[in-house]
């Protein structure tokens, strides 16, 4: 994977380098974006560029706004926001092909779009069935890495959108069709590029789901309307013996901090494990950022822990700065692992629980410095009640602690 790396950067450099006397951009307009995955796939998306330094991706009710696009000759390069994956490209006409890189993971996969395109999926037949509603699903089923999930669809016609939650997050705005039995469902946020394709009949999904061109399994669901997944606060606890959290770690000047510092004494703080790498994260930055906007004049602190796969903290804090940037967090980003984003290390740095299963994991410490409450992972927007449910609960919880 490394060699096809460099080989593609190779080729970019002699794309970008050739002797041309005007570079060429992209159009205004909506383009059908693909990215080749296992099994000889398409993981469609659309985009729609709205200048020729900016576009907008969709995912069903998500837009997400892409602003940093440059050109050399007859090559562009789209870098994601927030996250480190990057689309190169070659116009064919008003079409692109390229690949979408992640150099830090050794990921590439092929793309290539079409302009004026915006369907996401082609419908060939009436859809035969109707699958709004909740599903329990099985991911990986009778192998080590099983996993419950809760799919939650609505359809309109042909279109289908929804997500899967998991015991820990979800994947996120899932967006496509029926098309007669087969449900097809895509989604591309800049990190994570989902897929998701089953036969359907009254009861029972089978399926396959793809995450980008480096992982596959198989799904199985069924209705059932009274599914209910275990709470986010019933998955990590503290080590018996532990009534508190204890951390030191560096910031992006290398100064220390802990929570013995004076600006977390005697206020409710939340501490927050993730990954800038990490959608589910970043749907949690985006509501904490807004929360502690909201509530840093009320004896309420937080501060995040970062766990990143880049191998130098040089390289960790430029990609911290991408996110408080993206996302405009105003409390301390912490580095307290790089070159892995590996649960048993960081557990090993936080002993006083008994697991991270899974990032984000966040903590809730009352004004005394006692541990009152934990989260495993993160329901985001796309499950809607369930997002509405927790940020109503998140902010009773707050406001108690504030009392006491």
Not at 68 to 95: C, H, K, L
Not at 157 to 167: A, D, I, L, Q, Y
Not at 192 to 201: E, S, T
Request: charged share 25%; glycine share 6%; proline share 4%.
């Amino acid at each position: 994977m490394k060699k096809i790396l460099a080989l593609s950067l190779c080729l970019f450099l002699i794309v970008s380098c050739q002797e041309k006397s005007k570079e060429t951009v992209l159009q205004n307009g909506t383009y059908r974006g693909v990215l080749s995955v296992q099994d000889q796939q398409e993981l469609p998306f659309i985009f729609k560029v709205t200048s020729p330094q900016s576009m907008e991706l969709y995912n069903s009710n998500e837009v997400l706004e892409v602003s940093e696009i440059s050109y050399r000759n007859d090559t562009v390069f789209i870098q994601m926001p927030v996250f480190e994956s990057y689309i190169w490209a070659v116009f064919e006409g008003d079409d692109l092909r390229g690949e979408l890189i992640n150099e830090t993971r050794n990921r590439l996969s092929p793309f290539y779009a079409e302009y004026q395109n915006n369907e996401r999926f082609k419908v060939e037949k009436t859809p035969s069935l109707e699958v709004s509603g909740s599903w329990e699903t099985v991911f990986s089923r009778g192998e080590p890495g099983e996993y419950m999930a809760k799919g939650m669809f609505e359809q309109n016609e042909h279109r289908v959108t929804g997500t899967f939650r998991t015991t820990t997050g979800d994947y996120r705005f899932l967006e496509g069709v029926m098309d007669g039995d087969s449900l097809k469902l895509s989604t591309f946020d800049g990190a994570h590029a989902f897929l998701f394709q089953a036969k359907v009949d009254d009861s029972v999904m089978d399926g396959v789901f793809y995450s980008g061109n480096h992982w596959r399994e198989p799904f199985l669901a069924n209705r059932n309307p009274d599914f209910a997944l275990p709470e986010m606060d019933e998955l990590t606890q503290l080590e018996e013996g532990y009534d508190r959290l204890e951390f030191s770690f560096p910031n992006e000047e290398g100064d220390m901090v802990s929570l013995d510092d004076e600006r977390f004494q005697n206020k409710v703080v939340l501490v927050m494990v993730m990954g800038t790498w990490c959608p589910n994260c970043l749907d949690g930055s985006k509501f904490y950022t807004q929360f502690y906007s909201d509530y840093k004049d009320k004896e309420f602190e937080a501060v995040a822990l970062a766990v990143e796969f880049v191998k130098t903290p040089e390289k960790a804090f430029d990609n911290i700065d991408r996110l408080r940037a993206g996302v405009g967090m105003e409390y301390p980003i912490l580095l307290a692992q790089y070159g892995t984003a590996s649960k048993s290390g960081i557990q090993e740095k936080l002993p006083m629980l008994n697991e991270i299963s899974a990032y984000p994991t966040t903590i809730i410490i009352d004004k005394k410095g006692a541990v009152r409450k934990i989260y495993t992972g993160f329901n985001g927007p796309a499950t809607g009640e369930k997002y509405v449910e927790f940020t109503k609960d998140f902010q009773e919880l707050i406001d108690r602690l504030l009392l006491e």
